[in-house]
């Protein structure tokens, strides 16, 4: 199986090249998502986390017998402190790359696609044999993310200074897919699986 990545900055069209490669039957497995759902349901995790941050970082779901995340408090101590931040990087990143793995081993296809905003910094791109960079304008990225998340502008810039640069992305990636609203990105990405799978 050949395993691809999909990377970009804040805005930049990630989950759009995702879901042209889901339509194209290749399976793509959200990196954000899956570690959302992995910090929440891992005993490890919520033991390690607790351990550090303390009990009430996890709240019990008596209905739903499990344990909820409160995703407000972690954010507040982790997005302003680099060192805490780091800390919970070197737990997450490693249980995810392996739940990553064990999805490629369960899914019968010749080529499937994770999706991860931090590809290089959590060292999942060692685990794929190309990469695909999601690219647009500065403005362009703010304005989607402003949107996308309902949020102000200097929150969306904080976010992106806090990610690796566009420049950087695109030099360490294999190909690069422009979206800038005015390049059609289906054909874009249509050649780049031809290159991959002729």
């Not at 009990?55 to 997005?79: G, P, T």
């Not at 969306?156 to 294999?174: A, F, G």
Request: charged share 25%; with cysteine.
């Amino acid at each position: 199986m050949i395993k691809i990545a999909v990377t970009g900055g804040i805005g930049s069209g990630k989950s759009v090249v995702s879901n042209i490669l889901t339509l194209l039957d290749i399976p793509v497995y959200n990196a954000d998502m899956e570690s959302k759902r992995l910090t929440a349901s891992s005993p490890l995790i919520r033991k390690t986390l607790t351990e550090r941050f303390g009990d009430d970082l996890y709240q019990r779901d008596d209905l739903h017998q499990e344990w909820v995340l409160n995703k407000a408090k972690l954010a507040s101590l982790i997005f302003s402190d680099k060192e805490q931040l780091m800390f919970v990087n070197r737990l997450i990143h490693p249980i995810v790359l392996q739940d990553f793995i064990q999805w490629t081993e369960r899914i019968n296809t010749s080529l499937s696609a994770i999706e991860s905003a931090i590809l290089f910094e959590s060292g999942f791109d060692r685990e794929v044999k190309h990469v695909i960079c999601v690219t647009a304008p500065t403005e362009l990225r703010i304005r989607r993310a402003m949107e996308r998340d309902a949020v102000g502008r200097q929150q969306v810039i904080q976010r992106m200074e806090s990610q690796l640069p566009d420049e950087y992305i695109c030099k360490q990636s294999d190909f690069v897919v422009y979206n800038d609203d005015v390049q059609a990105i289906i054909p874009q990405v249509e050649k780049i699986i031809r290159e991959i799978c002729p």
